[in-house]
């Protein structure tokens, strides 16, 4: 109730503020800059602070179960259009990426995305899975780590690793994501598994046999998903080291991984520290540098943290020391808060869709959401 009071007493004070001070937008008073490039591929200086719309059929191929932000979603759902502001921290990391692709045979480079909340890691991420796509390469996108910690939706004792603990409905959940992600490329022959893997007296995986059937393992036997993720992790990194593939590896919410606890109970009700979970382990040893052609992308959040420590968005102080160590050494790419070009051309967007109904808000807008993206969205949509 109270919350509901302070917000309508916000609007009602905009509304004062911004009749006596300024006459309504008549249609046709702003001018979005778009460009027509949709390849992150092909994003350069040029395109900077303009939107580029989200090509469609990638929200099925590339991000059907997860990755795109809740609140792009939200706005994307509210505009019928899926507007991305090309950035130059994108731009950056493209660049980056084309430069590691010329190379062959050294170790696989990590480039870490970080930055305070709201300001669009998640949207640089997604840029860079576009670009990884259009240029044919293995997918291993795990979209919001956080949520295997926080939400679980089964725990169990690991029957491979002693004392860990499996998540197998998340681990098939996530191969299926996998497999929605790299359709086509799961189809080419030359993806085979390199050893055999046995999961009980009973069943096993031969040697040689294409890997989406390893993948299709996990999903269909869902007791064994945890340890298919794993031994897929391990294939990946051979196949690509051999050649066979280039591989674009992203996390988004590294950070959890190194958490003090999360919300996974096995069945004596103890709680398990995310070291405990065999996925981590798994994540851990695929972000390593021991395998070639390939890049990893990890993203920072203070979000993916306990609340006791989001108090700064440096990767130290959210990695923490042994987080910090395990990726080390990385190239940072920091996601800053939107420059004035950045910002005027995003309410131009949002008067475009007649979400803003005078001209002169902006100032205050820049005020009190201090131009940081997912703030300004809040504001101008009086959530």
């Not at 920072?300 to 959210?318: M, V």
């Amino acid at each position: 109730m109270a919350l509901n009071a302070v917000r309508q007493l916000r609007q009602l004070s905009i509304v004062r503020y911004l009749s006596a001070a300024a006459p309504e937008l008549k249609h046709g008073d702003v001018q979005v800059r778009r460009t027509q490039e949709t390849k992150a591929s092909n994003h350069s200086k040029a395109d900077l602070y303009k939107f580029y719309t989200l090509p469609e059929h990638l929200k099925s191929e590339l991000f059907e179960l997860g990755g795109i932000p809740k609140v792009f979603k939200e706005q994307s759902q509210i505009f019928n259009e899926a507007a991305i502001l090309v950035r130059s921290c994108m731009v950056e990391l493209v660049g980056y990426l084309k430069q590691v692709d010329k190379l062959e045979g050294v170790p696989s480079p990590r480039f870490v995305v970080y930055g305070e909340g709201g300001v669009g890691k998640s949207l640089t991420l997604m840029h860079a899975l576009q670009y990884a796509q259009e240029n044919g390469q293995l997918i291993v996108h795990i979209p919001w780590a956080l949520k295997w910690f926080a939400y679980p939706k089964e725990v169990s004792l690991s029957t491979t690793k002693e004392g860990m603990v499996d998540l197998n409905i998340d681990a098939a959940m996530w191969l299926r994501h996998f497999q929605l992600q790299n359709k086509k490329l799961l189809e080419d022959p030359k993806l085979t598994t390199s050893r055999e893997y046995v999961w009980s007296p009973r069943e096993k995986s031969e040697v040689n046999i294409p890997l989406r059937e390893l993948v299709e393992h996990g999903i269909s036997r869902v007791k064994y998903a945890s340890d298919v993720v794993d031994a897929l992790f391990q294939e990946v990194k051979i196949l690509s080291t051999q050649g066979v593939c280039r591989t674009f590896v992203c996390v988004d919410g590294y950070n959890c991984f190194f958490t003090e606890s999360s919300n996974c109970r096995p069945e004596d009700k103890s709680k398990v520290p995310p070291s405990r979970v065999t996925l981590t382990q798994s994540v851990l040893n695929l972000v390593q540098s021991d395998w070639s052609n390939g890049s990893i992308v990890l993203g920072l959040s203070p979000r993916a943290n306990l609340p006791n420590r989001r108090a700064s968005h440096l990767p130290l102080y959210i990695l923490k020391k042994e987080g910090f160590e395990s990726i080390d050494p990385f190239v940072p790419i920091h996601v800053p808060e939107l420059n004035s070009e950045e910002f005027h051309n995003l309410l131009n967007l949002y008067e475009d869709k007649k979400w803003l109904q005078f001209k002169h808000a902006r100032e205050e807008i820049a005020f009190v959401t201090k131009q940081v993206a997912q703030k300004v969205y809040e504001y101008c949509s009086y959530k």
